[in-house]
């Protein structure tokens, strides 16, 4: 893998992985899982994030304090999976603008369609994270980047919780400038596009539905 596709190696996150893929996990568990390993993720996709100093008052002295500077960030969440990953995001950064793009896929050919697109209108001045749990064939992500791209995103990240090798490949080859950060990718895409072995539709999962 490149430098630009960056899998968040710590043993919170590949343990809480585990047990998100058990199919015997409950709609709360699997949801709350999914939280915790957002904030894990967050924590790593800002790393690079810029900080100021600001004078503050501690109860002993005045002090120079870090605080975060630079592009405001704005989440973008492919809907509608997307949502489980952005809801721990916003837990840690609950400033940042969230813009939503609704995608689904066709279950014939896994193309994606677009059918709804709200975000914020200064997207050029920010940071973007593009979020969706699933990396698969990446037809989504690519197009959700491309429409972000025409709207005047020029710095963006594209943050999910699982890969397969043909969707990250993909993504590196349509958008080489936007860096990927997952939990983890898995062996292969089956014949349908899921994730093998991975750890079924996110969505249905999520919010218990079929
Ligand atoms: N979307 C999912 O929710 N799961 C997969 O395995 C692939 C795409």
Known sequence: MDDN??????????????????KTASTQKFRSL????????????TRDLELTTETIETPLEQMQAPVLAGKKLCFVSILRAGNGLLEGMVDLLPSARVGHIGMYRDPKTLEAVEYYCKMP???AGRRVIVVD???????????????????GATHMKFLCLLAAPEGVSALRAAHPDVPIFTAAIDER???????CPGLGDAGDRMYGTK
């Open 189 to 195: 895409l089956d014949d349908h596009g899921y994730i």
């Open 121 to 123: 209108d200064d997207l």
């Open 133 to 151: 749990p699933m990396l698969a064939t990446g037809n989504s992500a690519i197009a959700s980047i491309s429409h972000l791209k025409t709207l």
């Open 5 to 22: 596709v960056t899998v968040v190696d710590h043993p919170l996150i590949a343990h809480k992985l585990t047990l998100m893929r058990r």
């Open 34 to 45: 999914l939280r915790e390993v957002a904030h894990l993720l967050t924590y790593e996709i």
